[in-house]
């Protein structure tokens, strides 16, 4: 007798399968984390309480999860665009930090005194959006000029963008009133946003975030650019026979994609930095977490507000244990990846069945 494993396409799951999916991976995922604690020798029920205790069950906790949630959302969503188009978007660090870059730029040297602050504000964001948008182009033209593989030209082009933010803060941009540390210049206070009273929630980014994603969602599901992502997602040779342009709807995904993680580049400097400084400390890895948070939302923007406050939280309580128990900094980043390779094995059952195949055998003499 032999024993086949055959693998099998599901046709259509119901929400209820996908959900119990979802569940199962995001509860293997802690488990596996816990097993991670225990093996460190420390109480795998304490570490995991705390990070959700931290995150999720303090004043300040919640406060600080909201605040990170924001430029997870954006980025997320912006991620989730491309996503969908089966273009694989690794370089959300490299777009924060070129909105991030280009927002200073504004506001160091037109917004001060060329105009009143709703406009260089306004002018902050718009630069933001393009210099992340840029980034992105890079990475479309690499693509459909010279058929780079697309997860390392955008990867790559993180690198290039921080060393470029290195230089600029050591270099020509080393502010003249920062007693020799390695940032700019202050931006104005009339530049700096404004907050919910006791957060750092930015009520421009609350409202710039929230717009983003009903509009992905309505770009995604009500209109042809839409459509066209979606068909080139799932069947790139249909696209091509369907007449969709995949070249021009790449450069379109992207200049989104790009353009929103510039944005929440924008309202870290405009909010919780003030000045440009290292690369890490503008984007505390918002770029690869936002690939998470894609992913756990199914790429869909309806749900991308929950996966970012969820992982907005681990962050937050990351934080935390580092400090309570004497964890290393990269726990954070091990339990971010643990729960991705759970949702990828998630998403694999859904799409797909396994089942045994036993076929009886004859012997001849």
Not at 171 to 190: E, M, V
Not at 192 to 211: H, K, N, S
Not at 282 to 287: P, V
Not at 306 to 327: C, K, R, T, Y
């Amino acid at each position: 007798m032999t024993i086949r494993l055959i693998e099998e396409d599901r046709n259509e799951p119901t929400v209820l399968f996908s959900a119990l999916i979802l569940a199962a991976s995001l509860a293997a995922g802690l488990l596996t984390m816990a097993a991670i604690f225990a093996a460190s020798g420390k109480d795998p029920v304490a570490g995991l309480w705390r990070i959700f205790r931290s995150g999720f069950f303090t004043s300040y906790g919640i406060g600080e999860t909201l605040s990170r949630a924001l430029p997870l959302a954006l980025v997320g969503t912006g991620l989730a665009v491309a996503f969908r188009g089966k273009f694989w978007n690794i370089g959300g660090e490299g777009q924060i930090l070129a909105g991030a870059t280009c927002a200073t730029w504004v506001a160091l040297t037109l917004g001060p005194t060329a105009f009143p602050a709703p406009i260089a504000i306004a002018l902050m964001l718009l630069a933001g959006a393009a210099g992340g948008a840029f980034w992105a182009f890079l990475a479309a033209l690499l693509k459909n000029r010279a058929e780079m593989n697309e997860t390392i030209s955008t990867l790559m082009l993180n690198y290039v963008l921080a060393e470029f933010v290195r230089f600029l803060i050591v270099g020509p941009w080393k502010g003249k009133t920062q007693h020799g540390f390695p940032y700019t210049d202050n931006i104005a206070d009339k530049l700096v946003l404004a907050t919910f009273p006791g957060t750092r929630i930015p009520y421009l980014t609350v409202v710039v975030a929230g717009l983003a994603m009903a509009a992905a969602h309505i770009l995604l599901r009500r209109t042809k650019f839409g459509y066209e992502i979606r068909v080139l997602g799932e069947n790139r040779e249909a696209a091509r026979y369907a007449g969709i342009d995949a070249k021009k709807l790449t450069i379109l995904m992207m200049l989104v994609s790009g353009g929103l993680a510039g944005i929440a580049g924008f309202s870290e400097i405009a909010t919780n930095h003030k000045h440009m400084t290292y690369p890490d400390t503008i984007s505390a890895g918002y770029g690869f977490t936002g690939i998470i948070v894609a992913r756990l939302a199914g790429l869909d923007p309806r749900f991308i507000p929950f996966a970012a406050l969820f992982f907005a939280g681990i962050l937050v309580g990351g934080d935390s244990i580092q400090i309570a128990m004497g964890l290393p900094a990269a726990t954070v980043q091990v339990f971010q990846g643990v729960i991705l390779v759970f949702l990828i094995m998630g998403e694999y059952f859904v799409r797909n069945r396994l089942r045994l195949s036993f076929r009886g055998g004859h012997r001849h003499g």
